[in-house]
């Protein structure tokens, strides 16, 4: 996953973890695996929340977190 940003003001209400859960769905569609890179603490947080992984790297030097998409 490239990008996603939810503006400050929709923070905390649902936006990015109904989009989150959005693209999960969809990505099962085409892939067993859902990678992502952040380094901000608060964004780790919420990616982890959702049920990702923090990694060292899944075959992308870049990916810091990894989204089993087959066994959820």
Not at 44 to 59: E, K, M, N, T, V
Request: proline share 1%.
């Amino acid at each position: 996953m490239r990008r996603l940003y939810v503006m400050r003001e929709f923070r905390r209400s649902g936006v990015g973890s109904a989009l989150m859960r959005k693209v999960i769905r969809k990505t099962r569609e085409h892939f067993d695996v859902l990678t992502l890179r952040t380094d901000h603490p608060a964004a780790d947080l919420f990616y982890r929340s959702l049920g990702f992984q923090r990694i060292a790297h899944a075959g992308d030097a870049d990916a810091t977190h990894l989204f089993k998409l087959e066994e959820s």
